[in-house]
C-alpha cells in the first residue's frame, strides 16, 4: 500500500476543514493510500515536519492557507528525495489553487490529491529560501502576515483591504538597483512583485494575462514612486481595473532577477513575512516540483457524492 502523509493547519480560514478531515481521509484510503494525518502546532511546524521526515511517503498533502502550502513546498525542496504534493486550500485568498484550478470544494480538492495528474511547475529561488507563487516588496505586502488571523477568517479580504487602508498615507519609497534580461533599471519604487500566479492577493489579472507556470519564467511588476496624489490615484486606479500603466509602472518577464538597494526592505514571500534584504537574487527553478492538479476525465464527488457515500451539504 502506498503512503500519504496529511498535513494541515486547523485554524486556517473559517474552519471548513475540521468537520470534513474524516471524509478526507477516507478519500485518501480509498485511493490506495495509508495515511499519516499531521495537524500543525504552531508557524513554521508544517516546515519543520516536512524537512525532518524520516519515513518513506508517496504523496504529501497539505491543507491551510497559502502560508501552509508555501512552507510545505519550502520543506519539500530541502529535500533530496522529492515527492509530489497536493493541496486541500482552506485560506482566506488561496491565490495558487485558484491559478492552477484546484478544486475549492475541499472533498473535490482531497480526491485531486489522489486522483490527479502531477503537474511540474515552476518554483522561484529567493536568495537561500523559496517561493511559490509571489515575492514582493513595498505598498500593502506587510499586511497579509500583520493581519490577525481571526479577522481574516471573519472578514475575508475586507480585512486585507482594512488593514492596507492604514498605511495609504504612509507609503514607504525605496530606492533600487534592478538587473533583469541584461537591462539596469534604478528608480525609486513603492511595490515590486515576481510572480508566478493569475491572482495575487485574491485579485485577478494584475500580473499580465499570458501566464504559464511551467515555462521557466516569471511575471514582474514595478511601480514606480507617484509625485503627488493624482498619479497615486492613477495607479491605484490602474491596479482595481488591472491595466497596466507604462506611465508608471514596468512589466516584463524574466527568468532571473536582482535587487540592490542601500536600506534593507522587508520582503513577503507566499504572504508570509520573508525578511529584510538589501541584495535579493531570485532564480526561476523550472518544473522543480510536482503539484497534483485536476483530471478533467475524472468525475469529482461534488458531481457523483454517492460515489463515496457522501452526504453533501
Known amino acids: 500500500m502506498k503512503r500519504l502523509l496529511f498535513i494541515y493547519n486547523p485554524n486556517a480560514g473559517t474552519g471548513l476543514l475540521k468537520p470534513k478531515v474524516s471524509d478526507i481521509i477516507d478519500i485518501f484510503v480509498k485511493g490506495g493510500y495509508e495515511v499519516t494525518v499531521y495537524p500543525t502546532q504552531c508557524y513554521h511546524d508544517a516546515l519543520r515536519k516536512v524537512t525532518e521526515y524520516e519515513e518513506t511517503y508517496d504523496l504529501v498533502v497539505c491543507s491551510g492557507?497559502?502560508?501552509?502550502?508555501?512552507?510545505?513546498?519550502?520543506?519539500?525542496?530541502?529535500?533530496?528525495?522529492?515527492?509530489?504534493?497536493?493541496?486541500?486550500?482552506?485560506?482566506?485568498?488561496?491565490?495558487?489553487?485558484?491559478?492552477?484550478?484546484?478544486?475549492?470544494?475541499?472533498?473535490?480538492?482531497?480526491?485531486?490529491?489522489?486522483?490527479?495528474?502531477?503537474?511540474?511547475?515552476?518554483?522561484?529561488?529567493?536568495?537561500?529560501?523559496?517561493?511559490?507563487?509571489?515575492?514582493?516588496?513595498?505598498?500593502?505586502?506587510?499586511?497579509?502576515?500583520?493581519?490577525?488571523?481571526?479577522?481574516?477568517?471573519?472578514?475575508?479580504?475586507?480585512?486585507?483591504?482594512?488593514?492596507?487602508?492604514?498605511?495609504?498615507?504612509?507609503?514607504?519609497?525605496?530606492?533600487?538597483?534592478?538587473?533583469?534580461?541584461?537591462?539596469?533599471?534604478?528608480?525609486?519604487?513603492?511595490?515590486?512583485?515576481?510572480?508566478?500566479?493569475k491572482s495575487v492577493g485574491g485579485f485577478k489579472g494584475m500580473v499580465g494575462k499570458d501566464v504559464v507556470f511551467d515555462d521557466g519564467e516569471f511575471e514582474v511588476t514595478l511601480i514606480r514612486t507617484p509625485k503627488n496624489p493624482i498619479e497615486l490615484n492613477e495607479i491605484i486606479a490602474a491596479l482595481i481595473g488591472m491595466q497596466a500603466n507604462s506611465d508608471y509602472m514596468y512589466t516584463f518577464k524574466t527568468d532571473r532577477i536582482v535587487f540592490e538597494s542601500i536600506e534593507e526592505i522587508p520582503w513577503t514571500l507566499d504572504g508570509e513575512f520573508g525578511g529584510e534584504h538589501d541584495l535579493v537574487e531570485i532564480m526561476n527553478m523550472k518544473q522543480e516540483l510536482e503539484i497534483m492538479v485536476k483530471t478533467k476525465s475524472v468525475h469529482y464527488i461534488s458531481e457523483h457524492p454517492e460515489v463515496y457515500g457522501i452526504e453533501q451539504k
Not at 508555501?70 to 489553487?97: H, L, Q, S
Not at 481574516?152 to 525605496?174: C, D, Q, T
Request: proline share 4%.
Open 65 to 197: 492557507g497559502d502560508g501552509t502550502l508555501d512552507e510545505t513546498v519550502t520543506g519539500m525542496m530541502k529535500r533530496k528525495d522529492r515527492t509530489p504534493i497536493g493541496y486541500i486550500p482552506t485560506g482566506t485568498t488561496n491565490d495558487f489553487a485558484n491559478s492552477l484550478h484546484i478544486p475549492k470544494d475541499l472533498l473535490d480538492a482531497a480526491y485531486t490529491a489522489v486522483h490527479g495528474t502531477p503537474f511540474a511547475c515552476d518554483i522561484g529561488g529567493f536568495n537561500d529560501d523559496v517561493f511559490v507563487y509571489v515575492a514582493a516588496f513595498g505598498l500593502f505586502t506587510d499586511v497579509s502576515y500583520e493581519t490577525k488571523q481571526e479577522a481574516k477568517n471573519m472578514l475575508g479580504h475586507l480585512a486585507y483591504v482594512l488593514e492596507g487602508a492604514k498605511r495609504i498615507f504612509n507609503i514607504p519609497s525605496y530606492r533600487i538597483k534592478v538587473t533583469a534580461n541584461n537591462k539596469v533599471i534604478e528608480e525609486e519604487f513603492i511595490y515590486g512583485m515576481v510572480t508566478n500566479s
